[in-house]
Structure formats: structure tokens, C-alpha cells
């Protein structure tokens, strides 16, 4: 892979913890109906929305433009036409552009170079903003699986991220999936304590020792706690509990790998990348929906 390769830098997805305006919302889902789209300023008139308030409220929600957030959607969207299949010149045409120039221009500039075979081996994760009782989440995944769910606040999620993308050769762009749309759902759920067991499909990108950590998480009932010395036992690794709260703090699957369960052997809360106040949050929470 180029050593150069950064896409989607300039998407800085950790810009804003807040809620979603109605605008972005609405603009957000009419690009996702019809992401290859040009858009025109009668386009804005048709929704009713101003289209300078909409270059503030996407450059203030995602770090880009509302210009330049659909490119990248666009970008996306010829990416998978070319891998599969699909000629240069026809995936040009159909994204509107009449020069080859300014296609491959505005490809390189999202992708991270020009569109040949060479970035057709490249993997293609989308990433979607998803908010929640307890601040904005970003999830990124590719069509079949989940790989990321994080609190954007998160201490050191952009290094996260780009070892995300590194390790799994990819490319980040704004974008929608079906394990996204699951898992917005189902925290729907969760939050408003209906939901006790995820099922959205989930990747676990770790070592063998991580994903046996992660793994021996998600057997942590529902509304319970554990130690870290615990969950060493249970890995039959009793003197390794230092090892396991490593593994833990490098989980990237916030609340469906619930290392919030995991509290210090003396009662105390212990670590948490989402923060400490989530934390007693979300253990709290799921000891109030527990059934005995």
C-alpha cells in the first residue's frame, strides 16, 4: 500500500460531539437516496434549506463541506462500480463528469491515488455518526461486519481509526451499511432498556490473546460486573490480569464488547476510554433493566 495513502483526512469524523441538527439529518438522507448526485442550488430550494447554512452545518458536524462530503460519497460509490467490473470512462460518466482529468483528480483526492488496479484491491469501510443519550458514537464497518463503535470524545480514537484503516488496507468514507443501520437500531434499544444481547455482526481485528479477552467480555451476563482478575481466571491466565485490562482498553466495539462490566477487584470503577461518568452510566443502567 502507498506509503502516502491517507484517505479521508479531511472528514476529521471527531469534530462534534453534539446532536445532529435537522438539516444535516435531512441532507444527510436525501445524499444517501441518490449519492451520485450533482447538486444544484435549486436542489437546496427544493428542501427549503439554505445552501451557505448547510456548508457551516456539515463543516461543524463531519470537518467538510456539504460539497465535499457528497465527493466522497460519490467516490465511494465509483470505487465499487470499478471493482466490479464496471469500466473508467462509464463510472466517469455516470458520476457526471465530462473530463477524465477531473475524475481521476477527485478520485486521487478522496481515494489516495488514481483509479487502477492497484486501488481496486483496497477495501472500502464506511463510516456513519450515530447519537446517543451519552454523546455521538462513530461505527464504521463494511457491508457484512462491524469493526468500530467509539464515543468520537474518546481519548486517541483518530490513531484508532488510522490503525483501523492501515490494518485493514482500507479506505474511510462517509456512508451508510446494513451492520450500521443494525447496530443504530438496536442502541435505540439498548438505551431504552429493551435490548440485553446485540446480534449485530461484529470483527474483531486483534491478536489471538485480544480476541480470547473480547471474547470472554461478551460472556459477562447482562446487569453484572466482573473483575479484571476474574476475567484472567476465566482465561485460565490468573497472573495475566494486567495483560487482560490491556486487551480491554484496545477494544474497539464500545458496549457490544461491554468492557464497561469490568470494574477493579475492590468495587471501584477502574478505566474506560469512553470515560469514567459513561461508565457507572451504562452499568447502572443495565442493573436497572435486570430481571431476577
Known amino acids: 500500500m502507498h506509503a502516502s495513502y491517507r484517505p479521508c483526512q479531511r472528514c476529521k469524523p471527531l469534530s462534534h460531539p453534539c446532536e445532529v ?15 451520485a448526485k450533482r447538486w444544484k442550488d435549486s436542489d437546496f430550494d427544493e428542501l427549503s434549506v439554505d445552501a451557505s447554512t448547510a456548508r457551516r452545518q456539515f463543516k461543524k458536524r463531519f470537518g467538510m463541506t456539504f460539497v465535499e462530503y457528497v465527493r466522497a460519497r460519490r467516490m465511494g460509490i465509483a470505487m465499487k462500480q470499478i471493482r466490479m467490473g464496471e469500466s473508467v470512462i462509464n463510472t466517469q460518466i455516470d458520476m457526471g463528469y465530462e473530463s477524465s482529468r477531473g475524475f481521476r483528480d477527485a478520485f486521487s483526492k478522496i481515494m489516495g491515488g488514481p483509479p487502477t488496479k492497484f486501488n481496486l484491491y483496497l477495501n472500502i469501510l464506511k463510516a456513519a455518526w450515530l447519537d446517543t443519550p451519552l454523546g455521538a458514537i462513530i461505527a464504521i464497518s463494511d457491508e457484512k461486519l462491524l469493526y468500530l463503535l ?8 483518530e490513531l484508532e481509526i488510522e490503525r483501523l484503516r492501515i490494518k485493514t488496507k482500507s479506505a474511510i468514507i462517509p456512508g451508510s451499511t446494513e451492520p450500521i443501520l443494525m447496530i443504530e437500531e438496536e442502541l435505540k434499544f439498548y438505551f431504552t432498556g429493551t435490548l440485553q444481547k446485540f446480534n449485530t455482526p461484529i470483527y474483531l481485528l486483534g491478536s489471538e490473546f485480544q480476541k480470547m479477552a473480547w471474547q470472554e467480555l461478551i460472556n459477562i451476563p447482562y446487569g453484572e ?23 480491554n482498553g484496545m477494544n474497539q466495539l464500545a458496549i457490544i464488547v461491554p468492557c464497561h462490566r469490568i470494574i477493579n477487584s475492590n468495587g471501584e470503577l477502574g478505566g474506560y476510554g469512553g470515560g469514567l461518568h459513561r461508565k457507572k452510566w451504562l452499568i447502572e443502567h443495565e442493573r436497572k433493566f435486570t430481571t431476577h
Open 21 to 35: 441538527s435537522d438539516l444535516v439529518c435531512t441532507l444527510v438522507n436525501a445524499i444517501e437516496l441518490n449519492p
Open 150 to 157: 467509539e464515543f468520537v470524545d474518546r481519548r486517541g480514537l
Open 225 to 247: 460486573t466482573r473483575s479484571y482478575l476474574n476475567q484472567a481466571k476465566a482465561l485460565g491466565k490468573p497472573t495475566s490480569y494486567r495483560a487482560v485490562a490491556n486487551a
